[in-house]
């Protein structure tokens, strides 16, 4: 499983915690060193089954300078995707990616199906 966070998010914090209490084995990257790709985010957005918007940090200082609040609902998907691979501190954290399987943010109840 690859698990990609901001060492320094509580909430991520809190998300490899479980992952290790519940012994689910991963590989951890550094969303500020090595930010998603265009094509990594396209094909995580496409298994998520989430709206887009999701995929964007709402409560990050980067999201609220940029004014996107008021700018994502004029932009496209691909538009979008290119934007989110240009800095990590854009994209909600952590990302859980096992197989068929993304969630975005860390949510227990949401992470269960990582146990199977």
């Known amino acids: 499983m690859l698990f990609i966070c901001y060492p320094k998010c509580t909430t991520c914090v809190k998300a490899r915690n479980w992952l290790t209490e519940n012994k689910i084995e991963f590989e951890e ?18 298994k998520s089954g989430l709206p887009l918007k999701r995929f964007f940090n709402t409560s990050g200082i980067l999201y609220k300078e940029m004014g996107l609040k008021d700018k ?9 995707l290119k934007l989110l691979s240009t800095d990590g501190m854009l994209v909600k954290r952590p990302i859980a990616v096992s197989g ?5 943010g860390f949510k227990e109840s949401e992470w269960e199906k990582l146990k199977k």
Do not use: Q
């Open 29 to 46: 990257r550094n969303i500020k060193e090595n930010n998603p790709s265009y094509e990594e985010l396209k094909k995580f957005y496409k």
């Open 72 to 80: 994502l609902p004029n932009m496209s998907e691909e538009e979008m």
């Open 100 to 104: 068929d399987t993304v969630l975005v």
